[in-house]
């Protein structure tokens, strides 16, 4: 019984992952045409893009500054965010500790509120990063 438990715990947990990738998946390209267009964002809008390619595995290095952002967001084929999003999968994430405490510290001091004013991709980014670091530290 409690093997059945667990395991109907981790199909709702699964699940809830799928739906915040299927939501980054349903983004169009104006949309995130709309994000590279920003020249110097909020920077709750640069947070929570460095946090989306950290909890994806990449380092802090690489999504530094925004320009670095913007080429992270052009990427094609399977190294675009949303090839990365749809392939990641919370239980086989290799997010270390300090990715992980970072992209949390990211999340913290963001305002949903301001990124809902500017950017719905921003909106929806910032949806995925905190479903996944709750999955991820749960």
């Given at each position: 019984?409690?093997?059945?438990?667990?395991?109907?715990?981790?199909?709702?947990?699964?699940?809830?992952?799928?739906?915040?990738?299927?939501?980054?998946?349903?983004?169009?390209?104006?949309?995130?045409?709309?994000?590279?267009?920003?020249?110097?964002?909020?920077p709750?809008?640069?947070?929570?893009?460095?946090?989306?390619?950290?909890l994806?595995?990449?380092?802090?290095?690489?999504?530094?500054?925004?320009?670095?952002?913007?080429?992270?967001?052009?990427?094609?084929?399977?190294?675009?965010?949303k090839?990365?999003?749809?392939?990641?999968?919370?239980?086989?994430?290799k997010?270390?500790?300090?990715?992980?405490?970072?992209?949390?510290?990211?999340?913290?001091?963001?305002?949903?509120?301001?990124?809902?004013?500017?950017?719905?991709?921003?909106?929806?980014?910032?949806?995925?990063?905190?479903?996944?670091?709750?999955?991820?530290?749960?």
């Amino acid at each position: 019984a409690a093997l059945i438990a667990e395991a109907e715990a981790l199909m709702v947990r699964l699940e809830h992952v799928h739906l915040l990738a299927k939501r980054v998946k349903e983004l169009n390209s104006a949309t995130f045409a709309e994000l590279k267009s920003f020249v110097d964002p909020l920077p709750e809008i640069l947070a929570v893009m460095q946090c989306t390619f950290l909890l994806l595995g990449s380092k802090f290095a690489d999504v530094k500054t925004w320009k670095q952002v913007k080429i992270m967001l052009s990427k094609m084929g399977k190294d675009s965010v949303k090839r990365r999003i749809s392939d990641f999968n919370p239980l086989h994430a290799k997010v270390g500790g300090r990715a992980l405490k970072k992209a949390a510290a990211l999340l913290k001091g963001v305002s949903v509120a301001r990124i809902e004013s500017v950017s719905i991709g921003g909106t929806v980014f910032y949806a995925y990063c905190d479903g996944i670091l709750q999955e991820l530290t749960s």
